[in-house]
């Protein structure tokens, strides 16, 4: 771990909540850490814990060959309690981590070094200590991938990913039902009409919803996309949001307050004029409550991943970058109930930043997960922050 990144990214944050109202002073202080080597490092997923802490998936190349998963807890300064890193010779990446109801912690991936051939799902289960209880691959000799996971009302796990096995070059959807020492309970294939792509997955009230989208046809472009499922697989609806003359895709999806789910992503309009995407669907019809569309003139945004606080605000983190270039920085904004845009804070210098993921403790503190280019040990490094708590 390197605190080099600390006062430049703290300083930024910081000057985030002068700039958001929603935000005050607190005994917490803000804080931000670089964890990597002189290889390649980068967050998946971050969550917060129970005791106040956080705990970590990242992608390195410093393990046992190609990438491993590298699951971490850190302490409520950032301060790294344990670590572990899970793979083989081969390529094998994390997507997601959550926290079960025993503390321990369960992690969706996808694995080369595992598996049936080509690359597999992986899903991982581990205690609190980060020891590795069981593991599981999901796929045949295609490329399968496992995407997002959620906790299971019988212990288990629902894991959602994607395959080719149906028809390569036409990736379909899956969903898996894992009890909860691994074994597979049952597996539903989506096959869809269109090529589509699943991006995360949120348990509703009444089922499960999942983001993504389709791929452009020769009747419209990329569209944003979701699917609902009850919870014995029968499909409730099915949304296709084609907007003429846009490309847009959902990269996450969350639960609102009021039992809606909330999905978000990217804009880019056929002038190139690029913005984020984000989305309210009505959890019972599918059909769009409201849908709202941030631009910043020249700019490209767009939203890795998405959450919401106690009051119904949206929290979102992503990319910023020029059109003109192809570098990005780290960017973490603010929306309303209802979408629309409140605050954001941008970092990055010469090299490559990026956010991936955010998350919210019960005392509504914001952890925020990426990668840097631009400082660190080397390469790229993985990053997590903290912003001051949500006041109440």
């Keep these: 771990m390197t605190s080099c990144f600390k006062l430049t990214m703290a300083s930024a944050l910081i000057a985030a909540t002068f700039c958001a109202p929603a935000y005050a002073d607190s005994d917490m202080k803000p804080w931000s850490e ?3 080597s002189n290889q390649n490092e980068s967050v998946a997923s971050v969550i917060a814990l129970e005791n106040g802490g956080f705990a970590v998936a990242a992608t390195t190349e410093n393990g046992n060959g190609g990438t491993d998963a590298w699951i971490f807890t850190l302490d409520a300064n950032g301060g790294m309690i344990w670590d572990e890193t899970i793979g083989g010779k081969k390529d094998d990446t994390p997507s997601s981590l959550i926290q079960m109801p025993d503390g321990g912690f369960a992690m969706a991936g996808t694995t080369e070094s595992k598996g ?3 690359s597999d799902g992986w899903v991982v289960r581990l205690n609190k200590k980060g020891e590795v209880l069981w593991e599981t691959t999901l796929g045949k000799e295609h490329t399968d991938e496992a995407i997002d996971l959620v906790a299971a009302p019988d212990g288990g796990l629902t894991v959602v990913g994607m395959t080719d096995a149906l028809e390569p070059g036409n990736n379909a959807p899956w969903i898996a039902r894992l009890d909860a020492k691994g074994a597979l309970m049952a597996i539903i294939a989506l096959k869809r009409k269109e090529d589509v792509r699943v991006t995360g997955l949120a348990r509703s009230s009444d089922g499960l919803i999942l983001s993504g989208w389709t791929k452009a046809t020769k009747d419209h472009n990329d569209a944003a996309w979701a699917f609902k499922i009850d919870q014995n697989g029968k499909v409730i609806w099915e949304s296709t949001l084609a907007q003429p003359g846009t490309h ?10 009021d039992g809606n789910p909330i999905l978000a992503g990217k804009a880019q309009a056929d002038d190139d004029t690029a ?3 984000i989305m309210k669907l009505d959890n019972a019809t599918g059909k769009p409550v409201w849908s ?13 991943d998405v959450k919401i606080d106690s009051n119904g605000n949206i929290l979102a983190i992503g990319r910023v970058g020029d059109l003109a270039k192809k570098d990005n920085d780290i960017w973490i904004a603010g929306f309303d109930e209802k979408g629309k ?3 954001q804070v941008s970092h990055g210098e010469e090299g490559h930043d990026e956010g991936a993921s955010i998350a919210l403790s019960k ?4 952890i925020a997960g990426g990668w840097t280019g631009s400082l660190g040990q080397g390469g790229n490094d993985a990053w997590v922050a903290t912003l001051l708590p949500k006041e109440k």
């Design 341 to 343: 845009f409140a605050w």
């Design 363 to 366: 005392e509504n503190q914001v």
């Design 292 to 304: 709202e569309r941030f631009f910043t003139k020249g700019k490209q945004l767009e939203i890795a």
């Design 248 to 257: 847009e895709r959902l990269y996450a999806v969350t639960m609102g307050t």
């Design 116 to 118: 049936n051939g080509g």
């Design 275 to 277: 913005g984020s995407l």
């Design 34 to 36: 670089t964890f990597g």
